[in-house]
């Protein structure tokens, strides 16, 4: 066993202690109550899922510092992730394993052991710190109010979301939790999120972060509606100038005909001064 750090005294730990196979997760985050998919292909966290199956289908995730690493120990992981549960598994062609996992809490490791074939962690829930009742209503409005002015500029969230929320502000760490896993954040920031134990916290970084997020959001539908306006203008430019030459070879002046009116024009001219010497004798001048 790895031990990573004490919480609080040897008893509070030996009473609150769990042991789960772990599942180390590349650039993403899963938060309590969230429903999502996780597709597995290192042998051993496949074999950490047949473990949990084989169990009480209860896993441990945490997020990996960096995604790019194959084999990662106890330095290249977060201490905090989630417990969650499968819920379904299912083998691709390929060998990689989908798994689709539901949050159910917060964890904290303790300690990291390498067992017959997988990892495995003992850690212990991590106690929150409730936001006071005068802040509460505050902090979800406001939040509601960021994020709906985000989901009506971006348009991604769907009405049904908003209608599942509302039933979720009396209960303010998944009301939160719920916002910020619908939103396109980086996997540092909602790791930041999840590691949040004081709720009023949490909701002031919540809010941070979709401010921030509806502020890149609107540049970059500025700057694509620049692009949009400079290819609108170029293509116009060029379906005039095909406009033009269509109008020029339906009158004859593409350029073939041209050339042949420049060689008729230049023999009319020849032959005017031709004519012009037989009826001028040289050194005879006309009144």
């Known amino acids: 066993m790895i031990k990573i750090s004490k919480f609080f005294n040897q008893d509070g730990i030996e009473k609150m202690k769990k042991t789960l196979p772990l599942v180390p997760l590349r650039d993403m985050v899963l938060f309590p109550h969230i429903t999502t998919s996780v597709f597995v292909g290192r042998d051993k966290s496949v074999k950490a899922l047949s473990e949990a199956m084989a169990a009480d289908k209860k896993i441990f995730l945490t997020t990996q510092k960096d995604p790019e690493v194959l084999k990662p120990n106890i330095q ?94 009396d209960q303010e760490s998944r009301y939160a939790d719920t916002i910020a896993s619908q939103l396109p954040f980086k996997a540092g920031e909602k790791q930041e999120l999840l590691e949040c134990s004081d709720i009023e916290k949490r909701f002031f970084l919540l809010l941070k972060l979709i401010q921030k997020e509806t502020e890149v959001f609107s540049m970059s539908q500025k700057i694509k509606g620049r692009v949009k306006e400079q290819m609108e203008k170029l293509q116009k430019k060029h379906y ?22 420049d060689l008729e024009k230049k023999n009319k001219e020849k032959k005017n001064v031709q004519g012009g010497g037989r009826g001028c004798p040289k050194g005879v001048g006309q009144a």
Do not use: W
């Open 240 to 261: 005039l100038n095909e406009q033009m030459r269509a109008i020029k070879k339906e009158m004859g002046e593409d350029g073939e005909s041209s050339e042949f009116f």
């Open 76 to 169: 290249d992981i977060f201490q905090v992730g989630t417990e969650a549960k499968i819920t379904q598994l299912l083998r691709l062609p390929d060998g990689t394993v989908k798994a689709l996992v539901e949050g159910c809490a917060r964890g904290k490791i303790v300690k990291l052991a390498d067992e017959d074939g997988y990892l495995a962690v003992e850690y212990v829930p991590v106690v929150e710190t409730p936001i006071p009742e005068a802040a509460s209503e505050a902090a979800t409005r406001t939040v509601f109010e960021a994020f709906e002015h985000y989901s009506n500029l971006s348009g991604v969230v769907s009405k049904s979301f908003f209608k599942g929320l509302e039933g979720l502000s």
